[in-house]
């Protein structure tokens, strides 16, 4: 089975500080995501990568930035956080090749709050 | 724009009650449609991959259909474990990004 990690479940921070959220999959594959989920908006992409150091903006990454540095690591950086940066982070990743690689595994989620 | 619409917001059921939730969606060139299941504090579980109308695709108490318009998940006989959120996602041609519906949050009494 595919699994995608993210190191916190739950994290509080203060208005400022950086924050890092990490992200690990142990199936070799080649694209991850990251996503927030807000109440009555769905899922939002904020970026993604499709290789190792490549990276794309999605359609929210304003006040965010990503680091792919191993295959299997994808972080999510804020860079100065904000009360309006809380939310349900979800990274996800994705074969990218063959007739399952569109799909998209996802972690468990961390809830940031920042206040 | 690729946009993605799901209805009913909301859904309860009483156990046994068929019932149909709806994902209504733009996208310039289907290259998939995905349902994905979501229980509360966790993260979307995969379902189904739908990739051309007239493709069905069945997995226990869940059936998901497609159309060019709209994609159907029509739950048979369910039961309260089936209580959840249900999450519909367009993959548009040419890119690796999912687009995704707001969900219907469906409950399930005995």
Redesign the interface.
Known sequence: DVK?TQSSRYLVKRTGEKVFLECVQDMDHE?M?W?RQDP??????IY?S?DVKMKEK?DIPEGYSVSREKKERFSLILESASTNQTSMY?C?S?L?TGP?G????????T?LSVL | EDQVTQSPEALRLQEGESSSLNCSYTVSGL??L?W?RQDP??????LF?LYSAGEEKEKERLKATLTKKESFLHITAPKPEDSATY?C?V?PGGF???V????TRLLVSP
């Open positions: 995608v694209n995501f996503y009555g908006l769905g899922l939002r992409l993604f499709y999605g979800l996800a994705s990218g399952s569109d799909i998209q595994y996802f972690g468990a989620g809830r | 290259r998939g995905f994905y504090g966790k993260g979307p579980e995969f991959t999450l996602a993959q690796q990004k999912l995704f519906g707001t969900g």
